[in-house]
C-alpha cells in the first residue's frame, strides 16, 4: 500500500471543513468506495486497514466526520446541532466535492453503517452497492441486546456497570475497567488494541463532545439523542445492493442487523465467526475477500 497515491485535504462543509484522504487514483476508472466511520465522534483511523483494498486499483475514500479528528471541532454545540441530518449533509457535500455522486460504493462501520441506511433510504442515483458493517438497524434494539450481553459478563463486573450507571459515576476507574471487560469481549478482540484504534480513541479523548451527546458516556449505556433512531420501517426502501456484515461476538447481534436482512430486497449477510465489532483487524484477510468480491459483481 505504500506505492499508492494518497491525496489528503479538506472539503468546505459550510462555515466548517471536512479533512478526507484518497487512497489510490479517482481517475482509474474503478467505482470508488467511501468508507464512512461509526461513533457517532470517532474518526477513521480504527478503519484505515480498509485503504488496502485500493491495492486492486479501485480508490478508496476516507473521512473524519465533523466534529472529530482533523475535520472542524464544535465542542460548544448541542443535542440540536448534531443530528442525523447534519450528517447525511456533510457526505452529500463530500460526494459532490469529489465529483463521485455519479457513481460509488458505499461502507458504513456500526454509526456509519446507520448514516449509510439512512443515505441508502434517500435512494441517491450513484450509490452502485451498500455494505452495513456492524450496524443496527434501531437503537432500542442494540440498547436491549446490550443488556444480554452485560448480563453474560462475570457478576463482579456486571455490578459495578450498574452501581455506577445508578450513581452516575461513569467516570470512575471501577467503572472504566469494568467497561473495557465488555469492550474486550464485544467490540475488538485484538489485544493490544490495533494502533489506527488506538489513534481514535485518543483524538476522541480530546473531544468526544459528539460522541457523548448522540450516544452516551459509551457503546452499552446509551443515553444520547440517538437512542430513539430506528429505521425498521423504513429500510425496506433501500434498493440498492446491500451486504451486511457482523461478528459472532459483535455487540451489533444477529438480532440488531435482522430487520436490514428481513425487509431489504437484494441483500446477503456474512458473519465473520472469530470477529467481534471489527472484523476488519480481527479477520482482515477474510474481510477484504468478501468485501472486493462484493464490490467487483456490483460494479
Known sequence: MDQ????????????????????????????????????????????????????????????????????????????????????????????????????????????????????AIRRPGGLKGLILSNSPASMDLWASEAKILRAELPRDVEDALDRHEAAGTVNDPEYLAASQAYYDEHVCRVLPNPPGLLRTMEFMAQDSTVYNTMNGPNEFFCIGSLRSWSVVDRVSLITASTLLLSGRFDEATPATVQPFFDNIEDVRWEIFEKSSHMPFVEEPELFREVVEAFLTQHD
Do not use: K
Open 4 to 119: 499508492l497515491p494518497v491525496l489528503e485535504g479538506f472539503i468546505p462543509f459550510g462555515e466548517w471543513r471536512t479533512w478526507y484522504r484518497v487512497t489510490g487514483d479517482l481517475g482509474s476508472g474503478m467505482t470508488p468506495l467511501v468508507v464512512v466511520h461509526g461513533g457517532p465522534g470517532c474518526t477513521h483511523d480504527y478503519l484505515i486497514d480498509v485503504a488496502q483494498i485500493a491495492e486492486s486499483g479501485r480508490p478508496v475514500i476516507h473521512y473524519d466526520q465533523l466534529g472529530g479528528g482533523r475535520s472542524t471541532l464544535l465542542p460548544d454545540r448541542g443535542a440540536d446541532f448534531w443530528t442525523v441530518e447534519l450528517f447525511l449533509a456533510e457526505l452529500d457535500n463530500l460526494l459532490e466535492a469529489l465529483s463521485i455522486c455519479g457513481g460509488y460504493h458505499l461502507l458504513g462501520q456500526s454509526w456509519g453503517g446507520m448514516l449509510g441506511a439512512e443515505h
